[in-house]
Each structure stands twice: as C-alpha cells, then as structure tokens.
C-alpha cells in the first residue's frame, strides 16, 4: 500500500481522470459501431459519466488514503519526538539531582534541607562534623535546639519573613552549641524552595564555620580595648597623626590637656584646633620628624586658653593652702629626753615593737612627730587589701594618733603622716592586734602586686597566688632583714599596674596557650633614693609556670646573698649587687629550677 500511494503520489490524478475519460469515448464509439453498425452518442456520454464519476471517488479514496498515511507518518514522527525530549529530560533530571547530590554531600561547608518547622530533613557530612552530631542525630531534631539561644529570636524572625514572602533569602552570624558544648560560630545563608503554586516546602541552608574568625575578632577587640587602657591611663600625651598632619588618636591625657573631645580632635590638623601661634610649634616639630626620617626628641610648649599651660602662682597657693599642718593642740612641738628614754625602754623589753620603730616608722619635718606606715602584707589577704572591719579601726586609729588624716601609698599599705612619739607605743599595740603592724616594709614581703586575673578583665595570669606563694616562704623577719631591702612588683598583665618593671624584682604575667607563665625581670628601678635612676628591669630569660616562680625568687636571693659584698660598714643591696655583676649569675641560677632543667616556655 505504502508503495502504491507513494507511486501515486508521483502522478498527476486529473491527468489520470481525463485520459479514462477519452479512453471510455473513444472505446463507447468503437462499441456502438461494432453493436449497431452506426454510432450511437448516448454510448460515449454514459461511458464518459460512469468513467468520471469511478475516477473521481477513486481519486477521492486514494487522496484520502494518502492523507491518512501522512498523518499517520506525522503522529509517528511525534511520538517519536515526544519520546526523545522525554527520555532528554528524565536523562537531565536525573543528571541535576545526581549533581545536586554530589555538591550537596561533598561541599566543603555545611548544607542542610529543612523543614517549614526547624526540622533537619536532610544533611551533609561537611554540617555534622561542624557541630559533631551525627546524620541520624541531626535529622531527628530542629535548628532551634542546637542555636544560641540569644541568636534564636532573630533567626526565627527572619524564617517569619520568608514564610510570609517578604524577603526572598536571608543572611546571619549566628552561634551553635556543638555536641561537646562549645559554641560554634557560623555565617548562615537561607533560601525558601515554593511548590507551583507558591506554598512553601523546605528551607535550603548553607552554613560557614567562622569559629576562628570570630576567635580573631575578638582577640582584636580585646588587644585594641587593652591598647587603648595603656594609652588612656599614661600620664603623658599620647597622639597619632598621618603624613598630613591630620589626628588619627589621641589619648586621655591629651584631651584632658587641652579640654577637647577626641571627637573633636580625630581628623582634624593642628591649625583647624589650636590658636595659630601653637599650631605653628607643632608643625614645625612635625615637619623637623618628617624630614629627618628618625625619632626625635624635644620640648615643647603647650599653649592653653592663649597662655603657657602652667599653674599660675594664685591657684598653687589655692591648693596648697588646702595641705596644711593640722593642730595638735596639747601636744609639746618636740618630743622631751624623757618620751624617747621611755620610747627606747618599750623598744629593749619589746623585739618586735623595736624592729617596728626602725622598719615602718619615719621622721616627720615637726621634730616631735613621726611618719607611721601600717603594713597591708601579711598572709591570707592580697597585698593591699583590706576588709571592712580594718578600714575602720585604721578610721580610728587615725582619729586617735593621726590628727584624723590616713594616706594610702603607691606600695598599698595606709600611712598614718602626723603622729606624736610618745603615741608611737600605743599606736603599735593597737596595730599589732589588727594585723596591720608587719615590720616588713621595704623587705621582700612589703611586695607590690596588681589584682591579676582573679578580679581584673585586662590581666593575663593570676597575680595574688604567686605573691601569696612568695610571702609564705618568706615568714623569718630574721631571714627578711638579712636580705634587706629590695623592691619585688607583680603585675597580671603588660599594663603593669604593679609596676613590675620598676622592682629589683619585676615578675609579669603572660598568656601562652591559654596557660599562665610568668616573665621575671631583675634590675628594675623607681628612681627612689635607695634604688637610683629610674630605670626598667630587664628580663632574664624565658618565661616561667606558676609553681616555678617562689623556686626562682629563692635562686635569685640565695645568689645575691651568696656573691654580695661589705660596704664599709654594711653590705650590698639586692639593686647594687646586680649592678654591680650583671645578670648572668641570676639567670644561671634561674634556669636551674626551670622543670628537669629545661627550657619550658
């Protein structure tokens, strides 16, 4: 069939149709003739008719024949098509998910499907090993019971507004509770997969780990926070400025200087803030650095309110006037031969009360007065510290022997500035009995130490454990006056609020690891009589544990005791036996004691 329709499809059909037609004439003709031996015309018009009318439904047929054919090649072709594009996107699909699936499960971060309603519905390796939970644990929880709760509410806010088709994807720094209970930082990136029409199915997360970005963030902050302290709690000038002129910071001191604001400050140059005269100075001094490439050193002058920024002689005598000597009424303006035979008699029957007289009292300008200190350096409380109960019997014994007037020094104990000898003996006795009457100032145990990291933010180590150690090994007032006098400072931290770089001994407080050490410093000086030039110490090597501390000390102190010399009629302080040999001899020692005699920090 197919080959006969396609043969006549070759074939002009009317053609066809109008040889039958001249055919069937010419052969009704011939017909007639034969039959009737004449022509006979209504021959020719039924074979012409019969013939046209036979051709014509067989034209008919055979056109519709074809026409069924195509279609039927047509609807083929289709499904053919129809089959392949199916086959294409099945092939596709199945490609996606496959390709879905491998990025899903090995993305180098942490992905996740998840349900309207926080519950996990499918994860990937790179999130389980991000908060330690396994898939199957995972997937039988939600979000919400593995978030921070302080970053939950807003998390949810956010789901609040996908779901309500305000926003499109959502973006935040959140924290998770890993299965060990540290937090996890993480940046999360959310987007809301929508059935056709538009009904929300599942969430697809995308989860950053940022632990150690944050950990840098915040060792930054706090690293800038503890800059920031140094600079605001120096008492001199500190300020920064570009190649322009222009103040990029400014400490306390500066703006306490001036009576400006940093914010007023910060951005500005010096013409924009100062009188011309002064910004003049300090550009000059700034262009003088520029130019020669190398720090400099000079004075200048700070000019304030258009003047020399000086006390002017009205308002020193202003505050001096507020320094006056109190009145002693009844009392003898020097203290009479009998008030000092009767103090030294106390002296000879009392061991103690003399080793008081000659460590924590001093002579006073008004010859029948003394300067008492009492001692806040005694086992079991801070250096320094002091309760509520003693603060207030140091009230009254201020009252009672000091005209009312106690003074605290930089060395943390309480001095008591105008007290009559012939009180010196009742005074001690009252002292002695509230613990505050240690002859040990300007001994070993009279040590300065910062708070450290038991009570302040900014420390590094602890500082009272070691000075506690320190004091309990060194009881023998004996011992103690043997050694003599020597400056020993703890500080927690580099701000050095126990001034460890100003003691013979210096001792700072340094994190490494997140484990306490500490460096120990020798040679140190305030600029104080007995210590010289001021001068910071120097360190002695590397750094030292907690419990290795008191065992350095000793080294350093039996070294000292063991090389120092006679100075005519006495001997060596600690500071000038230093001076005078250097360090190595107490390095030496000190190395000694370090943990099997290593190096450990």
Same mark, same amino acid.
């Given at each position: 069939m197919s080959t006969l329709l396609l043969a006549f499809k070759r074939v002009n059909f009317w053609h066809f149709v109008w040889s039958a037609v001249v055919l069937s004439t010419?052969?009704?003709?011939?017909?007639?003739?034969l039959i009737h031996g004449h022509i006979v015309w209504e021959y020719p018009f039924a074979a012409t008719f019969i013939v046209f009318t036979v051709a014509s439904l067989l034209i008919y047929l055979i056109q519709r024949l074809r026409n069924l054919e195509q279609a039927l090649v047509e609807s083929a072709r289709h499904r053919a098509k129809d089959a392949t594009e199916r086959r294409r996107a099945d092939n596709a699909l199945l490609e996606s998910q496959e390709r879905f699936s491998s990025a899903f499960k090995d993305a180098a971060i942490g992905m996740a499907l998840v349900g309207t309603d926080g519950q996990w519905l499918q994860v990937n390796p790179a999130l389980c090993a991000l908060v330690g939970y396994t898939e199957q644990e995972l997937l039988a929880t939600t979000f919400q019971a593995i978030t921070h709760p302080d970053d939950l509410d807003a998390d949810l806010a956010f789901v609040r507004q996908m779901l309500a088709g305000e926003i499109p994807t959502y973006h935040m720094e959140k924290r998770y509770f890993h299965k060990q209970r540290h937090i996890v930082w993480i940046l999360l990136s959310v987007s809301l997969v929508r059935d056709p029409v538009g009904q929300p199915l599942y969430f697809i997360s995308q989860i950053q780990d940022i632990t150690e970005r944050k950990q840098v963030q915040e060792k930054l902050l706090e690293s800038e926070a503890r800059f920031r302290a140094i600079l605001d709690n120096s008492p001199t000038m500190i300020f920064l400025k570009d190649t322009e002129g222009r103040y990029l910071l400014v400490n306390r001191q500066f703006e306490s200087m001036f009576h400006l604001d940093h914010k007023t400050i910060v951005g500005k140059t010096d013409v924009e803030i100062?009188?011309?005269? +002064? =910004?003049?100075?300090? +550009? =000059?001094?700034?262009r003088e650095v520029v130019q020669g490439g190398v720090p400099l050193q000079f004075e200048e002058v700070a000019l304030h309110d258009d003047g020399p920024h000086t006390i002017p002689q009205v308002e020193l005598d202003r505050v001096s006037a507020s320094f006056l000597p109190p009145q002693l009424p009844g009392r003898a303006a020097q203290a009479s031969p009998d008030d000092l035979d009767t103090l030294n008699t106390r002296a000879a029957q009392h061991p103690l009360f003399e080793r008081w007289l000659h460590r924590n009292v001093s002579p006073h300008k008004d010859p029948s007065m003394r300067i008492v200190t009492l001692s806040f350096k005694r086992l079991l409380q801070a250096p320094g510290d002091a309760s509520a109960d003693q603060l207030d019997l140091v009230a009254e014994l201020s009252d009672?022997?000091?005209?009312?007037e106690a003074r605290v020094t930089h060395t943390q104990n309480l001095v008591l500035p105008w007290v009559h000898a012939d009180d010196l003996f009742a005074l001690w006795e009252a002292a002695r009995d509230a613990g505050l009457a240690s002859a040990n100032v300007h001994l070993l145990t009279d040590m300065i130490a910062c708070p450290g990291g038991d009570f302040c933010a900014l420390a590094n180590a602890r500082s009272i454990p070691v000075a506690e150690a320190i004091t309990e090994r060194y009881q023998d007032l004996d011992e103690l006056n043997d050694i003599g006098e020597i400056?020993?400072?703890?500080?927690g931290?580099?701000?050095?609020?126990g001034h460890h770089h100003s003691g013979h001994i210096g001792i700072l407080g340094v994190d490494k690891d997140g484990k306490e050490w500490y460096q120990v410093t020798l040679g140190g000086s305030d600029g104080s009589a007995t210590s010289g030039t001021a001068q910071p110490g120097k360190v002695i090597g590397p750094s030292f544990s907690a419990p290795e501390v008191p065992e350095v000390i000793e080294a350093v102190l039996s070294t000292y005791l063991a090389i120092r010399q006679d100075v005519g009629?006495?001997?060596e302080l600690f500071i000038e036996?230093?001076?005078?040999v250097g360090l190595d001899p107490f390095k030496a020692a000190a190395n000694n004691v370090r943990a099997n005699g290593e190096r450990v920090a």
């Open positions: 010419l052969l009704s003709l011939l017909l007639s003739q100062f009188s011309p005269q +002064q =910004a003049a100075a300090f +550009q =000059a001094n700034d009672r022997f000091s005209a009312g400056d020993l400072h703890i500080s931290c580099i701000n050095s609020c009629a006495r001997q036996t230093v001076r005078r």
